[in-house]
């Protein structure tokens, strides 16, 4: 005669225990884990500690600024900026670089694009850009502005270099990062009209957000 075995409810609050002893180890599996990864990058990011480029403003030339009309603008400016990348163990990509000029706010030339580039460590590269504006808008105010400026002997132009940027460590690459660089010309601008262009030449820090 066949025995039939009957599991009596002791023995269902064992197997459901288990069940839940399993869980509870895969839980805490996952979870180191994870802890491990986020450690390990977090170490990794404070050994390479990486430090954001630095840009410098070498010599901007403007050759035209002046009214075509009551309130259009035609600008010719030529720009020189040393780009470094002062980390040691990280190379830098540069994507989707766009130079543009501004005066008090206002944008004086259109858009000009940088060819994409590769920087290793600590190596520096020239930037070169020549920037133009043909009939662009500005406000009533910009002639006030420029006279105004002509008058006490200076002329200040904001000279910016937005884009992307990925790091490079090993064969590891980075997502992008947004770039924001700034840089300020300021040029002698007297009451006699220049017969060349104005020019400054100087190696001021250019102020970099990442």
């Excluded at 977090?42 to 600024?65: C, G, N, S, V």
């Excluded at 002329?155 to 940027?165: C, I």
Aim: charged share 15%; glycine share 8%.
């Amino acid at each position: 005669m066949s025995q039939v075995l009957i599991k009596s409810p002791k023995h269902c609050a064992k197997q459901g225990l288990n069940i839940d002893k399993l869980y509870k180890k895969l839980f805490f599996l996952f979870s180191t884990l994870f802890t491990t990864i986020l450690s390990l990058i977090l170490l990794i990011w404070l050994i390479l500690r990486p430090t954001k480029p630095e840009f410098t403003l070498k010599e901007a030339e403007i050759y035209q600024l002046n009214l075509s009309g009551p309130h259009l603008l035609n600008s010719s400016i030529q720009l020189t900026i040393l780009s470094k990348n002062p980390n040691q163990k990280l190379g830098i990509y540069y994507d989707e670089l766009q130079v543009y000029a501004a005066y008090k706010g206002q944008q004086i030339t259109t858009y000009t694009s940088l060819p994409h580039f590769y920087q290793g460590h600590e190596d520096s590269n020239l930037l070169t850009a020549s920037l133009v504006g043909a009939g662009l808008p500005v406000a009533p105010s910009f002639g006030y502005e420029v006279g105004r400026d002509q008058t006490a002997g200076k002329l200040v132009v904001n000279l910016k270099v937005n884009g992307q940027l990925r790091w490079k460590v090993g064969t590891w690459v980075s997502g992008r990062y947004r770039l924001n660089v700034n840089c300020v010309a300021v040029t002698a601008f007297g009451p006699v009209i220049p017969t060349g262009p104005l020019t400054t030449k100087q190696g001021t820090q250019c102020s970099t957000s990442i």
